[in-house]
Structure formats: C-alpha cells, structure tokens
C-alpha cells in the first residue's frame, strides 16, 4: 500500500506541475498576444458615400461614390519629416486620412438641348450609358480649428476634417505613398460602335478623381456625333474640399453641397467614424431620409 501511495503522489504532483506549465504557457501568449489585438482595434475608419445629381431638377441623373479612409499620425505618413522635426527638438503633430478603398457608380442618362444646325434650328442630344468604377482616389485630414473670438473670450470650435477627390499621390492605409499618374489610360482617335454613328473624340483624356470603365459623354446634332470625356460631378471636392465636423467614434453625419451652374445640382453625403473597417454601405445606394437631401 505504501509503494502505491507513492506512486500515487509522484503523479499527482506531475499532473500539478504539467497544469502550472500549462497555465504559465497561456498567460504568455496572451500577453503577447494582447498588443496586436489592441493595435487593430485602435484604428479609426471613416466611411463615407456620395450621391450627386448631376443634372437637376432630374433626379433620376446620379453619381454614387463609397470612400473608406483610416487616420493615420503625421509621424507615421510623413517619417522623415518626423525625424527632421525630433532633431530639432520638436514633434510632428497632427492626423492625415490614408485611403482605404473607393469605388463609384453612375446612372445612364440622356437629354436634349436647342442648336442650331445649318442655321436651322436644331435638337442636340446629350447622353452617357451606365457605369461602374474601382478607380476612385480620395485624401483628407483632421485639423484643429480657427480660435472663435467675441472680444471678450476665445474659445475653440469643434474639431474638423477636410476630404478630397484626387489625382494627387495618395497614402495608403500601409503607410505606402502611390503615385497615381502610373494609372493613367489614355486613348485618342475615332471610336466605332455597332448601331451608332461613327464618333470622333475631342478634349484632353486623362486620369481623372472617379474614372469609370466607360468614361464617355456622347453628343449628336444634325449629321455630327462625337465623345468627350465624362467629367464626374466629385471632381467638385477636388477643387472644392469637403469640410465637416468630426464625429465621436461610433457616430455619423449627414451634409449636402450644391455646385455646377447657379448651383442648381447638388451633392449629398454621409459619413460613419467607426473602429471597424467594414464600410456599413459598400456599393449600395443610400437614400437619405430627410425630404430637404434628395428626396
């Protein structure tokens, strides 16, 4: 009995060591584990989509565009300079947007206008067909705003952003820079489609903010047909940034920005700060609920 007994300890005490082992083998991987869970959740997205009507009071006539973009401390998107200002004494402060993913859809639409046509008065049709686009390029900001000041006091507003369509070298999400004029496609000369009138091609093709896979706006009067290229309605944000409010995290908003001739079209968006990289929209086509945004 006394061998048995033992025996019997020698293994619970093995068993006891394994279990120590084994616990002490967890908690180490955990604990390593730990920091690159936490760096993927610190992340902040912004998801953003457009619509813009493109020629009011048709609102059939639209373009959509979804944008997700993630921040990104200057130290990380500009590295060098970084290492310039520390040496000096200094630090680089601030957010930038780094572009995540884009992509775009536009309806096909078509409408007449008065011409003139050896001086007779004439109809010019005006038309493009329905396209899609993952050649979208957006950057953007976060920035501290101008002091408010009433004479007496000066107090700070809210936090804001600027975002913008692009053909500029954009930063990506790994903190690699793109240089987007080596996504240029360019095309020149007569282009024939079956069933159509042969179509000779005017203005300068080149890359643009949205670059849908069928990039052309057609026109026909009398005997003449041409193309141009399409020029999408958010080259507007191009020139034009959009400025809004920042949002806590888990929060969105809503805008809208009128442009074009006498501003008559108009440009919707929305956008979600989120610590998930998911875009809640992705290539769907949000309606906005508010009868004053597009409705």
Known sequence: MGRTAAIAARGARLFLSLCCLLSFLISLVLVHAAPAEADDTSKIYWHFIFKAFVHMPDQRAVEYAWVTMVEMPKEKAFP???????????????????????????????????????????????????????????????????????GVTVTLGPQMFRLGFTTRKILHEDGRWEDLKNQARVFVGPIHIEGRPAEETKGRFHLQEVNYTDNLKHYQVCERAWAEPYLTAFGHFAHQSLVDNVVDVGQSNDGADNYGPDERNQILYHYDRSTSREHPYWKQRHEWARPDMGE
């Open 80 to 150: 060098e300079e970084a290492v310039t200002a520390r040496r000096h004494g200094g630090t680089l402060e601030g957010i930038v947007f780094a572009f995540v993913r884009g992509a775009a859809w536009r309806s096909a639409h078509r409408y007449e206008v008065e011409d003139r046509c050896h001086d007779h008065p004439a109809i010019k049709a005006i038309s493009w067909e329905e396209s899609e686009s993952d050649s979208v390029f957006c950057a953007g900001e976060i920035f501290e705003p101008q002091p408010l000041r009433d």
